[in-house]
């Protein structure tokens, strides 16, 4: 069985957790795309503003999970191993 050191072990967690952080992107770029869907939909039919921001709420609090999950790995990869 191999044995790592410690400064590989830092340095693996500490790529894992810039890799983790890629993960930011997706959220970004989801609610970017649900906000202008939105407007999108409220500008052809103004009656649903309400019904269209609620759902539109909902999902971007949903995409935005991922990215704090992410944060959460990363920075448990960084306080616990780096």
């Not at 890629?22 to 039919?45: C, D, F, M, W």
């Not at 999902?59 to 959460?72: Q, R």
């Amino acid at each position: 069985m191999m044995e790592f050191n410690q400064f590989f072990v830092q340095g693996m967690a500490l790529l894992g957790a810039g890799i983790a952080m890629v993960a930011g992107l997706g959220p970004g770029i989801g609610q970017g795309i649900a906000a202008s869907k939105a407007a999108e939909a409220v500008g052809r039919n103004p009656e649903s503003a309400g019904k269209v921001r609620s759902l539109m709420v909902l999902g971007i609090a949903l995409a935005e999970t991922t990215g704090l999950y992410a944060l959460v790995v990363a920075l448990l990869l960084i306080f616990l191993k780096g």
